[in-house]
């Protein structure tokens, strides 16, 4: 399964970019992961709609289904036992997703109730994913209850 992170709009802060690029880094040793940054909702729709086989789209917006560290790896488990050949993770803009992004996407995830700048939302975004593989190979990186 390939996963692509994607966010709209440039990164300003060089510690967010390290994060992103540490989170990219420690993905990378569970599967093919690239993160891409777009400028546009426009250009992510283009990037689904590009694909020979649709990819599975998530969004992240605040208006989404909140999910356990433990639900989320189910969910990418459950892609990749049934083949699901690219799934993209998307953080919006500043003011979130537009009605046709959100209504193009496969599913809306919340980070949870509290507002959330979104380069901030791609770092957690990222440790969460990579929580959730750690969890899925039993890893002792999460140590849930």
Not at 45 to 72: F, H, I, M, N
Request: charged share 25%; net charge neutral; aromatic share 4%.
């Amino acid at each position: 399964m390939k996963l692509k992170v994607v966010w709209i709009g440039k990164t300003k802060s060089a510690a967010i970019k390290a994060l992103t690029q540490e989170y990219l880094d420690r993905l990378s040793h569970h599967g093919d992961i690239e993160g891409l940054e777009l400028g546009s909702e426009e250009a992510l729709l283009k990037l689904a709609e590009s694909s020979k086989t649709p990819p599975t789209l998530v969004l992240l917006d605040q208006r989404g289904r909140q999910l356990t560290s433990e639900e989320l790896a189910e969910m990418l488990e459950a892609h990749q036992l049934r083949g699901t050949q690219s799934l993209i993770f998307a953080v919006g803009p500043t003011d979130g997703f537009t009605q046709p992004t959100r209504h193009a996407a496969n599913l809306v995830l919340s980070l949870g109730r509290m507002t959330l700048a979104h380069e901030l939302a791609r770092v957690v975004l990222l440790e969460q994913l990579y929580r959730g593989f750690t969890i899925i190979k039993h890893h002792p990186y999460h140590r849930g209850d």
